[in-house]
């Protein structure tokens, strides 16, 4: 573990990326200590969330003392702002590998969800700050079903490890496992090996091989992952041989079923 980790504890909050911006908001107003005092990793874990946040918008249920959820703020200036998607590949994949050591069948769905199967079990939102080219702070944001068996919300396909493998499993342990994974990638991208935690997270992509369904503004359609580019944008290869780029938003998974033709 980093030794240069500070920890804070959280009983309930309304969003642990919102805490730390407002942390990171007082710390450049100079009611608190400067910025440039920060540890590498500060992480802030909370046992309730009233208000999680998702990619553009989208909300994360939780359960009080069932799940784990917390922020990792990190000020990675080695990072190029057009190449910040890699450090949610770190995360991406530090919590997939943690998770494989508990469940089969593990995977990363482009951009940042972790999928077992097809249900959903985690899911991540990055938040960062430029200076310049380079990036100053970054928010992590991870939301992970560990121990809750009952899911509310209209989220489709949701599962949790307490569901998958039956018996209750130590947060702690899964995420002490997440951060040490997380700063192994961390430390590769400060080393200038970006490439290599690409290659991980394109080997554990889900759907990576083969044709599936999906669906965009003009309709459904076959297609299989040709690859995601550094930037984070998806690349699909149309059975025609049209490889389209799209941007998170601007398609859909669709369930594994025979899919209309696309006219492109």
């Known amino acids: ?17 919102t805490f730390v911006r407002e942390m990171l908001a007082e710390e450049s107003s ?16 909370a046992d309730n969330q009233t208000a999680g946040r998702g990619q553009k918008g989208n909300t994360w249920e939780t359960e ?3 799940n784990l959820i917390f922020s990792l703020l990190c000020h ?15 995360m991406a994949i530090a919590v997939r590998d943690a998770l494989a050591k508990v469940a089969d069948g593990v995977k990363v769905k482009w951009p940042n969800d972790i999928y ?13 700050d430029l200076k310049g ?13 560990i121990n809750q068996t009952v899911f509310s919300s209209n989220v489709p396909n949701p599962t ?7 018996r209750d499993i130590d947060r702690e342990t899964v995420l002490a496992d997440i951060l040490e994974r997380f700063q192994l990638y961390y430390g590769w991208v400060s080393q200038g090996r970006s490439e290599d935690v690409r290659k991980l997270y394109m080997q554990h992509l889900y759907r990576r091989e083969g044709m599936h369904p999906y669906s965009d503004v003009r309709g459904d359609f076959m297609a299989e992952i040709a690859d995601v580019e550094p930037t984070g944008h998806l690349l699909l290869r149309f059975e025609t041989g049209q490889v389209v780029r799209y941007e998170f938003k601007d398609v859909r998974f669709l369930p594994e079923k025979e899919a209309e033709p696309s006219s492109l």
């Open 116 to 128: 077992v199967g097809e249900k959903k079990i985690s899911g991540t939102l990055i938040e960062c």
């Open 64 to 66: 009080k003392g069932k």
């Open 76 to 90: 990675p200036d080695m990072v190029k702002a057009s190449e910040q998607f890699v450090l949610l590949q770190c």
């Open 30 to 45: 100079g009611s608190v200590v400067s910025a440039s005092s920060l540890p590498g990793f500060t992480l802030v874990v």
């Open 160 to 166: 949790s490890l307490r569901l998958l493998t039956g």
């Open 1 to 17: 573990m980093n030794t240069y980790l500070s920890r804070i504890n959280l009983p309930t909050v309304d969003s642990t990326n």
């Open 133 to 145: 080219k380079s990036i100053a702070n970054c928010i992590i944001g991870v939301g992970i079903n």
